[in-house]
């Protein structure tokens, strides 16, 4: 339980850096924009199943928040920058494992 809280605690912390990096305000533009930072808070429970070589698949609330958001926003987040501790291909998996079946995002890499 304290381990979730100090991880939930980082992800906040995160999160304020992407806020003041101004990463929010470049993304305004894209449909997901105005919600980017709620998005990215959303998927705090998909954090297990993302931690670099994890093979823990996601839960409920992740496949909860993932069919929720939708492809535009998932890929808005798969193309932003990279996020300490989550791996991308990983994330790009979760679609698939909630049974959301969205397009796969074109992500550069």
Do not use: W, Y
Request: aromatic content about 6%; proline content about 10%; charged content about 15%.
């Amino acid at each position: 339980m304290i381990v979730m809280k100090r991880f939930q605690v980082f992800t906040v912390m995160l999160l304020m850096v992407f806020v003041q990096s101004g990463l929010v305000r470049e993304t305004l533009g894209h449909p997901c924009g105005r919600t980017f930072l709620s998005a990215l808070i959303q998927l705090v429970p998909c954090r297990p199943s993302v931690a670099p070589f994890s093979t823990l698949r996601p839960n409920e609330l992740c496949c909860a928040a993932i069919k929720t958001l939708g492809q535009p926003c998932l890929c808005v987040l798969a193309k932003g920058p990279p996020i300490v501790g989550v791996d991308r291909t990983l994330a790009l998996h979760l679609p698939g494992k909630c049974s959301a079946n969205f397009p796969p995002c074109e992500v550069l890499k």
